[in-house]
Structure formats: C-alpha cells, structure tokens
C-alpha cells in the first residue's frame, strides 16, 4: 500500500514524508478557501453609487460592495478595480433600504456620502433638531427631527 513497504526507521521516514507532501498543502489549500469565503461574506452591503457630472445635472451610477466595520464605526467602499475607501462615520441604520442596499453619492475624488434614497437628502448632523428648552423636536410619529439639506443642488 501506500504507507507500507518497510518497517522500523525506513519505513516510518516514508510515511512521514507522504503526510508531509500531502497533508500540508491540502492543509494550506484548506486553509485558503476558508479565508477566501471570509472576505468574500465580510463585503455583505451592494452599494450603488452615484456619480454626479456637469454640474449635478447628468448622474452616472454603478454599483460597488461595502462592508460595515464595527470597530471603527463606518462604512467601507469598494468599486471595481479601485481600492476600497473609508467614509466618514453616520448612522449606517437610516440610510439602508431593506438589510443590504446602501445608496451613496460620490462628491470627490475619495469622498463618497450616503444619501436618503426616496428623497436624496442628506444628512447633515446625527443629532436631532433641538428646540428652545434644548430638548428634540419630533414629528407627528413622535420621532426626531434631523437637519437635511439638499445634496449638490439635486
């Protein structure tokens, strides 16, 4: 068989030498396939980007994978053959649509920022409109009011 053929030092160099070529690079190539399907599945966020032109009057768009990083609190974006980009921290929450669809707006050259798809507004501060007592003000739902404003004239 494989493994036999001789006995004693012989024979254990030999099937020490078989597990060595054979075990460690399908250990390796096991290895690589897990690390593969973990970066792959860590990009879970489809991105479309617009790409204002003339003026905010002509917009491109494509689409591009994100991935939320925990521990620095923002977003990462990765469009094809470019390298993946930090944004500046927001609340990934309110500009979602649905759990995986994010909709941003590239205004330079590395800058992208998210945009509320239904209005694309956007928002200028997290933190809520404050009235005369200091406390948020709410709309009829009872919820916080934020500052928006138009981005890029559009």
């Given at each position: 068989g494989?493994?036999?053929?001789?006995?004693?030092?012989?024979?254990?160099?030999k099937?020490?030498?078989?597990?060595?070529?054979?075990?460690?690079?399908?250990?390796?190539?096991?290895?690589?396939?897990?690390?593969?399907?973990?970066?792959?599945?860590?990009?879970?966020?489809?991105?479309?980007?617009?790409?204002?032109?003339?003026?905010?009057?002509?917009?491109?768009?494509?689409?591009?994978?994100?991935f939320?990083?925990?521990?620095?609190?923002?977003?990462?974006?990765?469009?094809?053959?470019?390298?993946?980009?930090?944004?500046?921290?927001?609340?990934?929450?309110?500009?979602?649509?649905?759990?995986?669809?994010?909709?941003?707006?590239?205004?330079?050259?590395?800058?992208?920022?998210?945009?509320?798809?239904?209005?694309?507004?956007?928002?200028q501060?997290?933190?809520?409109?404050?009235?005369?007592?200091?406390?948020?003000?709410?709309?009829?739902?009872?919820?916080?009011?934020?500052?928006?404003?138009?981005?890029?004239?559009?």
């Amino acid at each position: 068989g494989l493994f036999s053929g001789g006995s004693g030092v012989g024979g254990t160099m030999k099937s020490l030498g078989w597990i060595l070529m054979i075990g460690i690079p399908a250990t390796i190539f096991i290895v690589g396939v897990l690390w593969w399907f973990y970066k792959k599945k860590r990009w879970n966020l489809d991105v479309e980007i617009k790409l204002p032109r003339s003026d905010g009057k002509f917009i491109d768009a494509e689409w591009g994978k994100g991935f939320y990083n925990f521990k620095r609190g923002n977003v990462f974006i990765k469009r094809r053959k470019k390298k993946k980009i930090p944004m500046k921290p927001f609340d990934v929450n309110k500009y979602l649509q649905g759990s995986r669809i994010l909709t941003v707006v590239q205004v330079g050259a590395e800058e992208y920022r998210p945009v509320l798809n239904e209005s694309w507004m956007d928002m200028q501060n997290d933190k809520p409109l404050l009235d005369k007592e200091g406390k948020p003000k709410l709309d009829e739902d009872g919820k916080p009011i934020y500052e928006e404003a138009a981005l890029l004239g559009l």
